[in-house]
């Protein structure tokens, strides 16, 4: 078939077994539109993608977070791109927005501290520091996380008629943020993390 390579025809080889010579025709004949050329067309990797194959060049996301795993198989290797990559921040702030992840970095960071404790003051020191660091990355992705979620939910609410009881409801959560907040902020400031019996029974919801 013209325009068509060998290769082309490998891939689709096993398409519809002994019996899908009418199959591989069919889809031979309705090739996909390139993208980049706005031809219709199979090159070498539409038609690994066809048959469930991973292309030479990808193009999607998903493709190439793909392309970037196979060539990260090996540990030390996989070492040395996520280290570099950690070095970006914006990278590093994406990452640690995901549980999972910031698990697993706190107790990479912990193993290190632990590993080093014998090690005299200096270690300790680091110990501490690494543990100021994490506590300081969670308040950090806190507060973040709520003021993105804000900034996505509060402008769908234009129009909302909203009842006495649910605006009650919010007054409410918004008096624990308030209070919460100005916890927060005398925490960082004066390092007293103290709660008084009335902040304790509002944020216990009495």
């Not at 519809?16 to 069919?26: M, T």
């Not at 994490?134 to 234009?158: K, M």
Request: charged share 35%; proline share 3%; with cysteine.
């Amino acid at each position: 078939m013209e325009g068509v390579s060998f290769y082309i025809y490998k891939i689709f080889a096993g398409r519809g077994g002994e019996d899908g010579l009418d199959e591989r025709y069919e889809l031979l004949t309705h090739p996909p539109k390139n993208k980049r050329t706005n031809e219709y067309r199979w090159d070498t990797d539409s038609a690994a993608r066809e048959a469930g194959w991973r292309p030479k060049t990808p193009t999607s996301d998903q493709e190439r977070i793909d392309r970037i795993h196979d060539l990260a198989k090996d540990d030390s290797v996989a070492s040395r791109v996520i280290t570099d990559f950690l070095r970006r921040p914006t990278v590093a702030f994406d990452a640690m927005a995901d549980k999972t992840a910031r698990h697993a970095v706190n107790e990479a960071q912990f193993d290190h501290a632990r590993l080093n404790v014998g090690r005299g003051n200096k270690q300790q020191k680091l110990a501490k520091r690494v543990e100021h660091s994490i506590e300081y990355i969670d308040l950090i992705t806190a507060c973040t996380q709520f003021v993105t979620n804000a900034g996505r939910i509060v402008p769908d609410l234009r129009g909302h008629d909203f009842t006495a009881e649910e605006r009650e409801r919010v007054h409410t959560n918004l008096a624990k943020v308030r209070a919460t907040a100005d916890w927060i902020e005398t925490a960082v400031d004066t390092g007293n993390v103290g709660v008084d019996e009335a902040l304790e029974r509002l944020l216990r919801g009495e």
